[in-house]
């Protein structure tokens, strides 16, 4: 009898086994084709990671790169998650964006510097908490925060963090994404946020509301993603700035949700006392004139 049941057990376990390999080959093999699907279509590559390793997708976008992968039991959820990292300039600054659902239970003094960000709705679903309090509430404007709720509302979950620190900003969605539209779905998402945010790096920009001339420095054309130097042009509704030869290559602002035709050139440098003149607006591609409708 002892023998017989030894024989079960182990034939139940030898049969979990083997269906927990087919299994977890199947979603290796699926997930696999998924990333490859995704490599093609953003110039990237996978990696086919190992026992201890997840598979990652590592992705190109403008001059910088970006990696996809899916974790077990990621800070702050205790569930599988999503996520897509891509470099940070600033290594020193950190800054976490948590769902306040989360949160409770967390340390007090963890979040003792939570930052308001004026935005009632947004401070009610969301802790914001960084080291620089100048910097945070810079990087968290009116289109970064659009932006989070966008994907927050994503999927099953209606949860996403945000985590800058490193180098690297981490966008964690705690849902299990295999599906190639709703891989691509979250990245392109992430992506529109990270634009956001490094638009918010031009903060020192004030082209039409301020009576004084500012510095434009180190700041980074949304097309090309590099330095605009010279020729910069702006956005006439949304004020993102652009090079001209990129404004004119893609003919309308890049920004999501904007699609303005128009832009409009700074003027040259004048005195800081001095009152800016009207700046004209330069007209879209294909008009014969360059004024703007009454």
Same mark, same amino acid.
């Given at each position: 009898?002892?023998?017989l049941?030894?024989f079960l057990?182990?034939?139940?376990?030898?049969?979990?086994?083997?269906?927990?390999?087919?299994?977890? #080959?199947?979603?290796?093999?699926?997930?696999r084709f998924?990333?490859? @699907?995704? /490599?093609?279509? #953003? /110039?990237?590559?996978?990696v086919?990671?190992g026992f201890?390793? *997840?598979m990652t997708?590592?992705? &190109? #976008?403008?001059d910088t790169r970006?990696s996809?992968?899916?974790?077990?039991?990621s800070?702050p959820y205790r569930?599988t998650?999503t996520?897509?990292?891509i470099?940070?300039?600033?290594?020193? !600054?950190?800054?976490e964006i948590? *769902?306040?659902k989360?949160?409770?239970?967390f340390?007090?003094?963890?979040?003792?510097?939570?930052?308001?960000?004026?935005?009632a709705?947004f401070d009610d679903?969301?802790?914001?908490?960084?080291t620089?309090?100048?910097a945070? &509430?810079?990087?968290?404007?009116?289109?970064v925060?659009?932006?989070?709720?966008r994907i927050?509302?994503? !999927?099953y979950?209606?949860s996403?963090?945000?985590? =800058?620190?490193?180098?690297?900003? =981490?966008v964690?969605?705690p849902?299990?994404l295999?599906?190639?539209?709703?891989?691509q779905?979250?990245?392109?998402?992430?992506?529109?946020?990270?634009?956001?945010?490094?638009l918010? &790096?031009a903060?020192?920009i004030e082209?039409?509301?301020s009576?004084?001339?500012?510095?434009?420095?180190?700041?980074?054309?949304?097309?090309?993603?590099e330095?605009i130097?010279?020729?910069?042009? !702006?956005?006439?509704?949304?004020?993102?700035? #652009?090079?001209?030869?990129?404004?004119?290559?893609?003919?309308?602002?890049?920004?999501y949700?904007?699609?303005?035709?128009?832009c409009? @050139?700074?003027?040259s440098?004048?005195?800081a006392?001095?009152?800016?003149?009207?700046?004209?607006?330069?007209?879209?591609r294909?008009?014969d004139?360059?004024?703007?409708?009454?």
């Amino acid at each position: 009898m002892e023998c017989l049941l030894t024989f079960l057990f182990l034939l139940v376990a030898a049969i979990f086994l083997v269906g927990s390999v087919t299994n977890s #080959y199947a979603n290796r093999s699926r997930r696999r084709f998924v990333y490859e @699907s995704l /490599a093609r279509r #953003y /110039a990237g590559s996978r990696v086919p990671g190992g026992f201890l390793n *997840p598979m990652t997708l590592q992705l &190109r #976008y403008g001059d910088t790169r970006a990696s996809l992968r899916e974790t077990s039991s990621s800070w702050p959820y205790r569930q599988t998650c999503t996520e897509l990292t891509i470099a940070w300039p600033d290594f020193a !600054f950190r800054c976490e964006i948590l *769902p306040r659902k989360v949160v409770v239970g967390f340390p007090a003094d963890r979040y003792r510097s939570e930052f308001a960000t004026g935005d009632a709705a947004f401070d009610d679903e969301f802790v914001v908490n960084g080291t620089d309090e100048k910097a945070t &509430r810079q990087l968290v404007r009116d289109g970064v925060r659009w932006q989070i709720r966008r994907i927050s509302q994503l !999927f099953y979950s209606n949860s996403v963090c945000i985590l =800058i620190q490193f180098g690297q900003i =981490i966008v964690r969605k705690p849902d299990s994404l295999w599906k190639l539209d709703d891989l691509q779905l979250f990245v392109e998402r992430s992506l529109e946020l990270y634009d956001q945010i490094m638009l918010t &790096r031009a903060s020192g920009i004030e082209f039409l509301d301020s009576d004084e001339a500012q510095t434009l420095e180190d700041v980074i054309c949304p097309v090309c993603g590099e330095t605009i130097a010279r020729q910069l042009v !702006f956005c006439r509704r949304c004020k993102t700035p #652009y090079h001209a030869d990129c404004w004119e290559f893609v003919g309308a602002c890049s920004v999501y949700g904007c699609g303005e035709r128009r832009c409009l @050139s700074p003027q040259s440098a004048r005195a800081a006392s001095g009152p800016h003149a009207n700046m004209p607006a330069a007209p879209p591609r294909g008009s014969d004139s360059g004024q703007q409708p009454g």
